[in-house]
């Protein structure tokens, strides 16, 4: 099986930083495009960032010029590295990624998330 797992996350002040990561494992054969999301409790799933496997990024409007998504292609992984975090920024945060493994069958994956909590 195809998995993924998030990891970075924890508490952190207002203004602070983190960066997480999400390691794809399993039979794979390559990966498409790459995200991550957030959910806050009583609040929408929200699109945080995308990377497509040519490096084409999109930013949700709140975290652009704050966050920063990457990609290693040579460890199946993907970052996003969080800048100047504010209290509204805390959620579960989840990566997703478009795999296609050795068997030539293509599926969307999802970690189970790792939360985050910034601090004022």
């Known amino acids: 099986q195809v998995q993924l797992v998030e990891s970075g996350g924890g508490l952190v002040q207002a203004g602070g930083s983190l960066r997480l990561s999400c390691a794809a494992s399993g039979s794979i054969l390559s990966i498409n495009a790459m995200g991550w999301y957030r959910q806050a409790p009583g609040k929408r799933r929200d699109l945080v960032a995308t990377i497509t496997s040519g490096g084409s990024t999109d930013y949700l409007d709140s975290v652009k010029g704050r966050f920063t998504i990457t990609r290693d292609n040579t460890k199946n992984t993907v970052y996003l590295q969080m800048n100047s975090l504010k209290p509204e920024d805390t959620a579960v945060y989840s990566c997703?990624?478009?795999?296609?493994?050795?068997?030539?069958?293509?599926?969307?994956?999802w970690g189970k998330g790792t939360l985050v909590t910034v601090s004022s």
């Open positions: 997703n990624a478009e795999v296609t493994d050795r068997y030539g069958l293509t599926m969307f994956r």
